[in-house]
């Protein structure tokens, strides 16, 4: 079996176009190595089986930097740049819209459905909202500043070129973009609100799920009450730190979990294309002084949670 050393830099942007509004992704092969590069492809990339790598080869679907297509039979060449179009098979279709806000020539501002993935991720390729994006306006550089859970419905803002991008970026590194959620959990009248919560969070054993520990609080998040009835409200909640799944933990670790929320305080995953429970999370609201204008920005999510339960 042929040994490969690690990629020691990251891949370039890409020079090749889109494809049905996917760009290109990018394997730099290692500095070392032999065999055929369809191993190395099936074993750096196991989530494509071996046969599906041969396929795509021999579809022209495996290209180098200047767009020729590698074969299933080519060799292993060191430093060499390959490039692929992600696609999933008989993937299933998320049938909501993202909506356009606004956009200048530097940012767009998306209003995003519940259920749509931000960028490409396990079986959705098309079915996510940058891919989407990049088909309706054909812009190729098109990327997000931040995301959002699948789950939450509301804001996203995405950069639309590469040379004013790291300005952007910094607002959200630098915690100088305000964001307000709206969410819907159960009343209860011993939790006081306003409230700030504090608290330690890390990566739980099971996948991709966070969860409070005791040490140092590394998550910080305000939180208001704006409406009830006898048993659910709704509340305004203002990440300050931006860990992930940040509203959702400090919501349940209150006994508060989100409505409809599918993995905390426990996981109950609705089966693939079941839309009928909506995580009642929305990104209400960004707030931000423009790096390049000096500007004050607001931007409003259109969409709405469900009304309170009886």
């Keep these: 079996?042929?040994?490969y050393l690690p990629v020691a830099a990251p891949a370039p942007a890409s020079p090749l176009p889109m494809r049905d509004g996917v760009s290109p992704s990018?394997?730099?092969?290692?500095?070392?190595?032999?065999?055929g590069l369809l191993d190395y492809l099936a074993e750096r990339l196991p989530l494509v089986s071996h046969d599906d790598w041969r396929l795509?080869?021999?579809?022209?679907?495996?290209?180098?930097?200047?767009?020729?297509?590698?074969?299933?039979?080519?060799?292993?060449?060191?430093?060499?740049?390959?490039?692929?179009?992600?696609a999933v098979d008989d993937e299933g279709h998320i049938p909501f819209d993202a909506q356009v806000l606004w956009e200048d020539e530097h940012l767009l501002v998306a209003d995003k459905p519940h259920f749509l993935p931000v960028v490409p991720t396990g079986r959705y390729v098309q079915s996510s909202l940058l891919v989407r994006l990049k088909?309706?306006?054909?812009?190729?550089?098109?990327?997000?500043?931040?995301?959002?859970?699948?789950?939450?419905a509301g804001l996203v803002l995405l950069s639309k070129q590469p040379a004013t991008r790291g300005a952007y970026q910094a607002l959200f590194r630098d915690r100088a973009m305000h964001k307000v959620y709206e969410a819907v959990a159960p009343f209860r009248a011993d939790v006081a609100f306003p409230r700030e919560h504090r608290s330690r969070m890390e990566e739980s054993q099971r996948f991709f799920l966070m969860h409070e520990v005791a040490g140092e609080p590394?998550?910080?998040?305000?939180?208001?009450?704006?409406e009830?009835?006898?048993h659910w409200a709704r509340y305004a909640l203002e990440p300050v730190s931006g860990k992930r799944h940040q509203l959702r933990v400090h919501m349940a670790a209150?006994?508060?979990p989100l409505r409809n929320d599918a993995f905390y305080p426990e996981v109950n995953d609705p089966p693939e294309g079941d839309f009928s429970r909506p995580l009642q999370l929305l990104?209400?609201?960004?707030?931000?002084?423009?790096?390049l204008t000096g500007e004050a920005r607001c931007f409003d999510s259109a969409r709405m949670l469900e009304p309170l339960p009886d």
């Design 254 to 256: 209150l006994g508060l």
């Design 218 to 226: 590394n998550s910080h998040t305000h939180m208001a009450l704006l």
């Design 283 to 291: 990104a209400r609201q960004l707030r931000f002084t423009d790096p």
């Design 56 to 86: 795509r080869m021999a579809q022209g679907l495996v290209v180098d930097g200047q767009g020729q297509a590698l074969p299933p039979h080519q060799r292993f060449v060191p430093g060499m740049r390959v490039y692929y179009w992600r």
């Design 26 to 35: 990018c394997v730099v092969l290692p500095s070392r190595g032999d065999g």
């Design 1 to 3: 079996m042929p040994s």
């Design 228 to 230: 009830h009835n006898a």
């Design 135 to 152: 088909k309706l306006t054909g812009n190729a550089q098109l990327s997000p500043l931040h995301r959002i859970d699948r789950d939450t």
